[in-house]
Every structure is written in C-alpha cells, then in structure tokens.
C-alpha cells in the first residue's frame, strides 16, 4: 500500500511539473496570446467625448488595462453580422494611452457594438453588448472586443458626464 501510494505521488509531481513546463513552452513559442500591454507601462488614460478629453482615474485605467489585455481577435465580417445599436451607448471617439518614456501613445478607436450570438434583429434589448474596437498597435490586421460584455461600456460612461 505503502509503495503504491509513493508511485501515485511521484507520477502526479511528474505530471505536475509536464504541465508546467508546455504552458511555459507554449508562451514562449507564442501559441498563448501575450499582454497588449503593461499597467506599469500606463502614464494615464483619456477618452474623447464630443471633442473633449476626460481622464481617467487609476482604478478605471487598471480596469480598462485588464479588459484590454483579455480582449479577443475578431474578423470585420464577424463583427459587421453581430453589430447591433442600443440606447446608452457612449459617443467617444478615441481611446488614448498615454506610456512612459520614450513609447508612443496609443490611440484606439471604437468600431461598433455587438451582440454575443445574436443578429441585430434577435439582439434582447436587456442583452449587454460588447465594444468592438480597432487598435492597430496590438491587431494591425484586424478588429478586437472586449471579452465580457458591458464592462467597458460601464466605466467609459462613468469617465464622463453624458
């Protein structure tokens, strides 16, 4: 009993360490998608709404970080047959990060709202939506969005007063 429950554990620290080692593997081969970027590398956030720059505070700009580094790849043809349009969306024009030193800003620009599997004739007017942005910096070749639906859209419309 004794010999086998050593066996056991042996090949399950093994296994562990298997797991460990193609996960280290695989970020570094690039098959795990990498961080857009850093929150340490983040000098400040603003949105631009009807012409005007509102900043961000460093909760919403840790926030916005995280949405941005979880979002998902998306074609345009994906996103143009999911694009619905709901009340209470916010009217920004341009994400902007600011970076330390000598790292240029990023611009983002929101494309659209979509629905998570609807068509924009089945979109639930309850269902939150997704914000589809461009940001050619992180997907020169493509769109993203944001991985869960309303997040993004609830801090931007508390950046601003609608």
């Known amino acids: 009993m004794k010999r086998n429950f050593t066996l056991i554990m042996t090949i399950a620290v093994l296994g562990g360490f298997a797991v460990i080692l ?7 081969l690039g098959f795990v998608p990498s961080k857009y970027i850093s929150p340490n590398d983040v000098r400040g ?39 619905v349009v709901t009340a209470g969306e916010p009217t920004i024009k341009k994400i902007i990060v600011y970076r330390f030193g000598n790292a240029h800003d990023i611009e983002i620009s929101p494309v659209s709202y979509v629905g998570q599997t609807h068509t924009p004739e089945e979109h639930p007017a309850n269902e ?9 910096d992180w997907n020169p070749n493509g769109l993203l969005e944001e991985p869960m639906p309303g997040q993004l859209n609830e801090i931007l419309l508390n950046t601003y007063d609608p």
């Open 22 to 28: 193609s996960i280290n593997l695989a970020s570094l």
């Open 45 to 83: 956030m603003a949105v631009e709404h009807h012409g005007v720059l509102f900043t961000l505070n460093f909760d919403q700009q840790n926030r916005v970080v995280d949405i941005f580094n979880r979002a998902v790849p998306i074609s345009r043809a994906s996103a143009n047959s999911r694009k």
């Open 128 to 136: 939150p939506t997704s914000l589809v942005f461009s940001a050619t």
